[in-house]
């Protein structure tokens, strides 16, 4: 295949096409002076005419001087980066808190004239799961507990508001979007299956935990259609009630759509599953309830359970871009950094982001951001920002740490079905991102004959499938794979 043909492809924006013409054993080399022709006429295409696009190559290297820019498009301006967000979080998370950095959940209890009151509080631990509450409620079982008056959850580790504000109201409905709260619980949301039924019925709801049939309301509005209509889910829930809303339509006899909202009070919800999981060991519980009062100094820690190490974090926040992590560690960084009590422990983990990596040579004005985990369509970060991230870890002692956070191309996390039976199989750990027309991806790339390079690249305003913007973005990480050091 030569190089003219790929061009041919480019011009008539078939860069699926492209893809499929670059097996592992037909690469074409590349040298560095041609790289700049080869990306320009893909950035140049008449589909990407009206859309944005920013990219930065460099080699991998220690200093400034080590590094050369091989490619630059628009890489000092500013762009939506979607989950790109994440490498700076956890970049930072990694230099300040350390990768042995964890955070506990525990249960106090307070005896009062043989009344006994438990009081649960969290560090926003997002690794806390179904085994995780089955091991804090054995211990209490262990302590002897038969009767207990009052459960009461204390939600107060993470001060200011709980659901960012510069999210979009339908992600803070769905379970990508819960939020990361003191007191977390299987990420903070709920799963759930549609299933197609006849034509002309609605779909059957089944929720992965059946006890949540009884506690929620369904308010069913899609309907089962013929194998010609078109296929498509929207799930949404009221923002304070147990009030569940299905739109949208599945082809008789197909497979089952998965789907989960957030939990809407999340805290109090901590709190009653514990009770449920209590009373099954035998130990009543009278009632549950919030609290914002500090834990009585009388009160003695009954059980707890500690968070794995913040290493084993990472892999959930960039190779599977879990958002609920990426917010937890935000906030856990606010606070560590945080010289004072803050009122907002969003904001002040986003100004502690900016103060952890300027040392590494990232520049505070490269970016602005308002969350963790890219969520926001109000994050704004140059291509230059990730890369110059990316350079300065690649040299610290939490470099392979970091690094294997991410996911590799054709083998792990968001990148798994990408670049199969491509020279960049296995040759590129990356960071994906992803919201409405806005895709992204950065990592570390290793070209057959060539040392490595860094990359970002950033496309917003394509008004297209988010399957055609990642072809976009792939076709140009395949042509910097054919680099040759020459």
């Known amino acids: 295949m030569l190089r003219g043909s790929f061009a041919f492809l480019l011009a008539n924006g078939t860069c699926a096409a492209l893809l499929a013409l670059m097996p592992q054993s037909a690469a074409v080399g590349m040298c560095r002076a041609e790289l ?3 990306l320009d006429a893909i950035a140049t295409q008449p589909d990407l005419r009206r859309a944005r696009l920013g990219i930065q190559v460099e080699t991998l290297g220690r200093t400034a001087g080590e590094r ?3 490619y630059a498009r628009d890489a000092d301006r500013y762009f939506v980066p979607a989950s790109n967000v994440k490498l700076l979080t956890t970049a930072a998370a990694l230099r300040h808190l350390g990768p042995d950095f964890t955070t506990r959940t525990s249960v106090y209890g307070l005896d009062n004239n043989g009344l006994t009151t438990l009081y649960v509080t969290g560090g926003g631990d997002p690794t806390f799961g179904d085994e995780q509450l089955t091991d804090l409620a054995q211990q209490l079982s262990q302590q002897g507990l038969s009767r207990v008056s009052n459960l009461l959850a204390h939600d107060g580790h993470f001060p200011g508001q709980r659901v960012n504000p510069n999210w979009e109201w339908e992600d803070v409905q769905a379970g990508y979007g819960a939020p990361a709260n003191s007191l977390m619980l299987n990420q903070n949301e709920l799963g759930l299956t549609l299933f197609p039924q006849a034509v002309g019925q609605p779909l059957r709801v089944e929720w992965d935990d059946p006890s949540l049939t009884n506690q929620w309301r369904v308010e069913n509005f899609s309907k089962t259609v013929s194998a010609s209509e ?17 739109y949208g339509q599945l082809i008789v006899g197909t497979a089952p759509e998965t789907a989960s909202v957030a939990v809407p009070e ?17 130990v009543s519980v009278a009632q549950t309830d919030l609290t914002a009062q500090p834990i009585p100094s009388g009160a003695s820690e009954l059980a707890t359970v500690t968070s794995p190490p913040l290493a084993d974090w990472l892999s959930r926040t960039n190779r599977n871009s879990k958002n609920i992590y990426a917010e937890a560690i935000l906030k856990s960084l606010g606070l560590a950094v945080a010289a004072a009590p803050v009122a907002e422990v969003t904001t002040a983990g986003t100004e502690a982001v900016k103060t952890v990596l300027q040392p590494l040579g990232v520049a505070p004005d490269s970016y602005e951001i308002v ?13 230059t920002a990730f890369v110059d991230t990316l350079q300065g870890m690649a040299f610290t002692p939490e470099a392979e740490i970091y690094r294997n956070s991410l996911a590799v191309a054709g083998q792990s996390g968001t990148l798994r079905n990408r670049f199969r039976d491509t020279i960049v199989q296995g040759r590129l750990h990356g960071k994906t991102g992803a919201i409405s027309r ?3 991806l950065s990592g570390y790339l290793e070209p057959l004959n060539h040392p490595p390079v860094v990359l970002s690249i950033l496309l917003n305003h394509v008004n297209q499938r988010g399957a055609n913007l990642r072809q976009v973005i792939d076709a140009l990480v395949l042509e910097i794979a054919q680099l040759e050091d020459c």
């Open 371 to 383: 969350d963790g985990s890219g969520l926001s369509r109000h994050n704004l970060a140059t291509p």
């Open 266 to 282: 999340p805290a109090r919800y901590f709190a009653q599953t514990l009770r449920q999981r209590l009373t099954t060991l035998g």
């Open 36 to 38: 700049g022709e080869q």
């Open 438 to 440: 806005n895709a992204s």
């Open 68 to 70: 050369q820019v091989l």
């Open 230 to 246: 078109p296929e498509f889910v929207e799930i949404g829930r009221d923002l304070g009630r147990p009030i569940l809303r299905v």
